[in-house]
Structure formats: C-alpha cells, structure tokens
C-alpha cells in the first residue's frame, strides 16, 4: 500500500468523510527542501465530514494531523489541508 492509500484509509476509518480527495503532489516539488527521488513527501487532502461540524478550522486541521502523524514521521514532508463539515 503507498503512502496516499494509506492516508486515504486513516481518514476514512477514523472519520468516515462525505468527500476524501488525497492528492499526491511531490512531483511539484521536485528538487525543493524535504524532496525524495522516490516522491511521496508533499500531499493534499481535500476533506468534508460530519465529525468537523463546529469545528474551527485549526481543530480540523489539528485532527487530521493528529490521524497521520505516523505517516508524517515516516517520511511526509508537507501535507496542505482542505477540510470542511459534510453538507
């Protein structure tokens, strides 16, 4: 499994998202700080659930965080969030 099914299948275990786009944007940043040659450093989720509802958005992104600080530590150098409550 590489990385962005695995992050795909952490969010949508713990949070069970309306919407879940996981897009691996590494190539973008080819050459640039935290880079690998293999990829699978620079990621972007674009997030609505339910369990955000009344969330600020620093609790949402927090969460997410939270949810993937394995993955953070193994090797994903950036990861830009999009999240929202479910409509």
Same mark, same amino acid.
């Given at each position: 499994?590489?990385?962005?099914?695995?992050?795909?299948?952490?969010?949508?275990? &713990?949070?069970?998202?309306? !919407?879940?786009?996981?897009?691996? @944007?590494? %190539?973008?940043?080819?050459?640039?700080?935290? *880079?690998?040659?293999?990829?699978?450093?620079?990621?972007?989720?674009?997030? &609505?659930?339910?369990?955000? !509802?009344?969330?600020?958005?620093? @609790?949402? %992104?927090?969460?997410?965080?939270?949810?993937? *600080?394995?993955?953070?530590?193994?090797?994903?150098?950036?990861?830009?969030?999009?999240?929202?409550?479910?409509?």
């Amino acid at each position: 499994m590489d990385t962005r099914d695995r992050i795909a299948k952490v969010l949508t275990e &713990a949070l069970q998202p309306a !919407r879940l786009d996981v897009i691996d @944007e590494s %190539h973008l940043h080819k050459g640039h700080h935290g *880079a690998r040659p293999g990829g699978e450093t620079h990621y972007r989720v674009k997030i &609505a659930a339910e369990a955000f !509802r009344g969330k600020s958005r620093i @609790e949402m %992104h927090r969460t997410i965080n939270a949810l993937l *600080a394995d993955e953070l530590a193994a090797g994903v150098h950036a990861l830009a969030i999009e999240a929202a409550a479910a409509e």
